[in-house]
């Protein structure tokens, strides 16, 4: 009889935590969704680090070429540029200055795209380039996802948007044991990092400041509490399961 109960309340266990519900893994279920506050209005905010690519363009070619070096290599024996030229890059130091040429040093770190386009066509026009065009495009823009996912890493971003739901996507989507409500997203601002949490079951998530992510934004998505005491226990709890097993069998037969 002991050996009959034994086996009945494994099964149960087993089918128990086979069992998850929907509620704990369906996103965005939970809450109403305020279009009011609802914005697709995402704007890129340069920061230290950040590698810029930054293209002048003008009716006259000419007067614009000061300003779109190229980077080359060069041949060591016969000092003569190898290689196809590629476009100079311009990292944002730690001040948020980059030096530019011709221009010198430009604050940009904090500012918007907008803004840093309108600086350059105060600083160009008309004394140098007459209506020029800037184009400017972060080379390095990058997100990380780490956790419990299933294709944690760091992930290069072409277009510079990105939304939370997307970042997860491109991570393969969290593991069954991820606790969905409770996804960090750590953003640095001002010099500091910042925790935000989201809960991906919730339709405020679209609300949320970090809805649309950050360049070098990393997101952490926690195990649940079984996972975390699976992954805690020791190499020897298999043995210890095996011996508790053989007690409980000759404990089984030794009452029959």
């Keep these: 009889m002991l050996k009959k109960i034994f086996i009945l309340s494994i099964i149960s266990s087993f ?4 069992c998850v519900s929907k509620k704990k893994i369906t996103y965005f279920q939970n809450d109403e969704i305020d279009q009011s506050l609802v914005s697709n209005n995402y704007k890129t905010i340069f920061k230290p680090d950040d590698l810029l690519q930054i293209v002048i363009s003008a009716q006259e070619l000419e007067t614009v070429r000061p300003f779109n070096l190229p980077v080359v290599t060069f041949d060591v024996t016969t000092a003569r540029a190898t290689g196809i030229p590629q476009q100079q890059m311009y990292l944002i130091d730690s001040k948020g200055e980059i030096d530019f040429p011709i221009l010198g040093k430009l604050k940009i770190g904090g500012l918007t795209r907008e803004q840093v386009i309108e600086l350059f066509k105060k600083k160009l026009d008309p004394e140098y380039v007459k209506n020029p065009t800037i184009n400017i495009r972060i080379a390095n823009f990058k997100i990380t996802v780490s956790g419990d996912v299933r294709l944690p890493g760091t992930y290069t971003i072409p277009n510079e948007r990105i939304t939370i739901a997307e970042a ?18 750590i953003r640095e601002e001002g010099n500091q990092k910042k925790v935000y949490t989201v809960d991906l079951l919730s339709n405020k998530t679209f609300t949320s ?48």
């Design 15 to 18: 089918i128990l935590s086979s």
């Design 209 to 256: 400041p970090v809805y649309y992510l950050e360049q070098n934004d990393l997101i952490y998505v926690e195990p649940n509490n079984a996972k975390a005491q699976s992954a805690a226990t020791n190499q020897n709890t298999g043995l210890f399961v095996s011996i508790g097993s053989i007690i409980i069998s000759l404990i089984a037969v030794l009452t029959r």
């Design 168 to 185: 997860i996507g491109l991570a393969g989507d969290l593991n069954i044991s991820g606790q969905r409500y409770n996804v960090k997203v």
